[in-house]
């Protein structure tokens, strides 16, 4: 998986006041779960740019002061107005303990169904999957080169060695849509 590099500034003090502040300095307030205590810092937001707005998944090596911890992003929050990052929760993660993430689907192959007139529609972008941070795939890949005009791929079609799908196994992740073009052709119905 991905990694991304972040530093980060320890919070000497908390409260609605702080984080007002140090948002309106151009910095956003973030906490670490998962170890002892939670950790309260700061990072730049100008650094966030690239970890936020991207359908990459990463791990996160956090450099808080002198600290370094590897971890996920688990939430976000945005100003409902501005769309602006207000605050990050990030947790900490062993290579012994298994992570819960959500990771980008990934669509490769010409259909079957598409060279026939159909049309492939995503169902679902992200999966979410459980694993330890070295099985965790950067993306899942789903090649829909046999798949023809109405039929889809199911979760459960879908097998990932080390890595356990944890989304509902009769959700339909891709299908080929029978278009009106593509269905009056297999009808042999031409008329204008």
């Not at 307030?29 to 991207?54: N, R």
């Not at 688990?74 to 107005?81: E, R, S």
């Not at 099985?135 to 039929?151: A, N, W, Y």
Request: with cysteine.
């Amino acid at each position: 998986m991905k990694t991304f590099e972040l530093k980060g500034s320890v919070r000497e003090a908390l409260g609605k006041k702080d984080s007002a502040k140090l948002r309106s300095e151009g910095n956003v307030p973030c906490v670490l779960f998962g170890g002892e205590t939670p950790i309260h810092f700061y990072v730049v937001k100008a650094d966030l740019q690239k970890l936020i707005y991207t359908p990459n998944v990463y791990l996160v090596n956090l450099e808080i002061g002198k600290n370094k911890q590897q971890a996920i992003m688990q939430d976000i929050q945005f100003d409902p107005v501005s769309d602006e990052v207000i605050h990050i929760d990030f947790m900490e993660i062993t290579n012994d303990k298994p992570v819960k993430i959500e990771v980008p689907l990934e669509v490769v192959g010409f259909a079957k169904g598409i060279r026939a007139g159909g049309k492939l529609q995503v169902e679902v972008r992200r999966l979410k999957v459980m694993a330890l941070p070295k099985f965790l795939p950067d993306s899942i890949k789903i090649d829909v080169t046999e798949l023809d005009l109405g039929q889809s791929l199911r979760v459960s079609d879908i097998n990932l060695e080390n890595v356990t799908i944890l989304n509902g196994k009769s959700v339909p992740v891709v299908r080929i849509m029978i278009t009106r073009a593509a269905r009056a052709a297999a009808t042999g119905d031409t008329k204008k």
